[in-house]
Nanobody, 124 residues
């Protein structure tokens, strides 16, 4: 599976962005999908994950209530809607895919495929 993330950019605090991640291949619906981020000088951290049919989602406490992960299996795409953005949300955001059964997974090591990342910058 190849993943291509897009939608990052510069936004003011309180604004919104929607990230997209397009996946190659015809087995997209078999994968659980996730978003991670890496802020400058910090380690990569879990943001959100969604199961194969979109019926279950989990979020990091830091984004709960502000971010929404969703997927469209017909379009082989996963989304991350980010509202009420804060300067501390500034990071490179990566989409990921896991073929593991069982849900959810929060550790980067549980994911098999990674996109190239898209930069989100939130100004104060």
């Amino acid at each position: 599976v190849q993943l291509q993330a897009s939608g990052g950019g510069l936004v003011q605090a309180g604004g919104s962005l929607r990230l997209s991640c397009a996946a190659s291949g015809r087995t997209f619906s078999r994968y659980g999908m996730g978003w991670f981020r890496r802020a400058p000088g910090k380690e990569r951290e879990f943001v959100a994950t969604i199961n194969w049919d979109g019926g279950s989602t989990f979020y990091a406490d830091s984004v709960k209530g502000r971010f929404t992960i969703s997927r469209d299996n017909a379009k082989n795409t996963v989304y991350l809607q980010m509202n009420s953005l804060k300067p501390e949300d500034t990071a490179v955001y990566y989409c990921t895919a896991t073929s593991r059964r069982g849900f959810p997974y929060y550790a980067p090591g549980a994911y098999d495929y990674w996109g190239q990342g898209t930069l989100v910058t939130v100004s104060s």
